[in-house]
């Protein structure tokens, strides 16, 4: 049987988190939504996603520290990561790459076919993603 890639989605917008889950499971990944910092930490120990999806302004924990938190913890660190924040700034944009994300995406630009190509586009060119689909 075919797994279907996990995608942790980090975003406290009820309604725009719905229509990501549901852009992703359109195409083919299994998705779960933490709509605060506290609860994406606490998925990303309860089950390893191939890749996250990750707002930058939260409740508890901004996506800043769990940024930095995952590529600090050596099992965390290999999951690729996409940004998607209403902060526009290039000093928040160069803070986001430098701490590690992927990809960085601003939302107000944002279309949900253009977020799945970027996303799957790294989750395919992570080694965490390959071995995933190596493995399926």
């Known amino acids: 049987m075919i ?3 996990y995608l942790l989605i980090v975003e406290d917008d009820p309604i725009l988190g719905t229509a990501m889950r549901d852009k992703f499971v359109s195409v083919g990944f299994r998705v779960k939504i933490a709509s605060d910092g506290d609860l994406a930490i606490k998925e990303l ?17 901004n996506g800043f520290d ?8 050596p099992v965390w660190r290999h999951v690729p990561v996409v940004i998607a924040s209403n902060l526009e700034s290039d000093k ?32 395919n060119m992570s080694k965490h993603g390959r071995d995933f689909l190596a493995q399926n």
Do not use: C, R, W
Request: glycine residues 6%.
């Open 92 to 123: 928040d944009i160069d803070h986001g790459y430098a701490l590690g994300a992927g990809e960085y995406i601003v939302k107000s630009n944002l279309s949900l076919s253009e977020l799945v190509h970027k996303v799957t586009f790294l989750m």
């Open 3 to 5: 797994k279907k890639p």
């Open 45 to 61: 120990g309860n089950q390893l996603p191939q890749v996250v999806l990750l707002d930058i302004l939260l409740p508890h924990k």
């Open 66 to 73: 769990i940024l930095s938190e995952m590529k600090s913890d």
